[in-house]
């Protein structure tokens, strides 16, 4: 169906008053959703490929909406950022994520959306969260996209300055489906790239996905970085994934995202089987 009429102007349909009308109210949740403790940090184990170790974890956003149920992030991170709840739901989930990877002694990697770096206090909630918590600076990863940090390259470098001075690390998320790539890795003080999942899907089949992967891995062994492969589903892609000279993993093949009491029990158990 046209959402537009020819000239632009909306056609009415029932429906579109109905669609808007659950995301005002969906909105309108989300505002009380963190006061009314509905929100929940997930948290999906990565592993080296070389021992089957778990390395570290990511922080994985959930709502558990009295109404809907469990509600992904695709839902409503877009809601939380177009009203600006995404900063203090952002800081929750640092504080959350930061506060179990202190006590599991583990590494832990939060997303940050592009609101939350672009403001100048970032580097500042950071670090305050981090002398709350008392979880070391190096145990924290912060994932940023590429289109996060290529908005304003000058203001981001100044930001990832204050990040790097502080001793976090950080990542690029989704790498490779974004602009610039190859001058984001020489350019800004990085330490880890994430390889989208569209490229591990096609392993090892799709040439140009074989190419792809191989070129990053590449690039990441000149500049230094870390390489974390994600959306691995199949024992097929993770053996590709470690020929190839991948070490980190992370997906459905290895592991669930799963509440922060079950990550505690891997934790404990030490691997994956
Ligand atoms: P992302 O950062 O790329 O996170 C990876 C997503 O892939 C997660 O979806 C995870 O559950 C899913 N996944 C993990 N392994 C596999 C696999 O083997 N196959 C497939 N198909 N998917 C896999 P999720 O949890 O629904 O999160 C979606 C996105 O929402 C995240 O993508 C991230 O961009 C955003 N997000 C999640 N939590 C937060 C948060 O706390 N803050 C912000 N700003 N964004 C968040
Ligand atoms: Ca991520
Ligand atoms: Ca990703
Ligand atoms: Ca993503």
Redesign the pocket.
């Known amino acids: 169906a046209k959402a537009a009429g020819r000239n632009g102007f909306r056609v009415f349909r029932p429906e579109y008053t109905a669609q808007a009308l659950q995301r005002l109210e969906l909105e309108q949740d989300l505002r009380k959703a963190l006061h009314q403790g509905e929100l929940e940090?997930?948290y999906?184990p990565q592993f080296s490929l070389d021992d089957r170790r778990v390395t570290g974890v990511?922080?994985?956003?959930?709502w558990r909406h009295p109404k809907h149920g469990l509600v992904?992030?695709?839902r409503f991170?877009p809601l939380?950022?177009e009203s600006g709840l995404?900063v203090p739901?952002?800081s929750w989930?640092l504080q959350q994520a930061c506060r179990q990877a202190a006590s599991w002694r583990t590494r832990v990697a939060?997303?940050?959306?592009a609101i939350?770096f672009c403001r100048a206090d970032f580097a500042d909630v950071v670090a305050s969260t981090l002398a709350e918590t008392g979880l070391s600076p190096q145990q924290l990863e912060l994932?940023l996209?590429e289109s996060t940090v290529m908005r304003d390259a000058e203001e981001s470098l100044r930001q990832l300055e204050r990040l790097q001075a502080l001793g976090v690390r950080i990542a690029i998320?989704?790498f490779g489906t974004g602009h610039s790539s190859l001058g984001l890795l020489r350019s800004l003080p990085i330490d880890a790239v994430?390889i989208?999942?569209s490229f591990v899907a096609g392993l090892p089949t799709s040439a140009s996905n074989l190419a792809l992967v191989r070129a990053i891995l590449t690039l990441a062994e000149a500049f230094g970085l870390e390489v974390v492969a994600?959306?691995?589903?199949t024992a097929v892609q993770q053996d590709t994934l470690s020929q190839m000279g991948c070490h980190l993993a992370?997906?459905?093949?290895l592991a669930?995202?799963v509440s922060a009491e079950e990550m505690g029990r891997i934790l404990e158990r030490g691997d994956s089987n």
């Open positions: 940090v997930h999906q990511e922080a994985l956003l959930r992904l992030p695709a991170i939380a950022e995404i739901i952002g989930v939060v997303n940050v959306s939350q994932e996209t998320d989704d994430k989208d999942r994600e959306g691995v589903e992370q997906g459905y093949a669930m995202p």
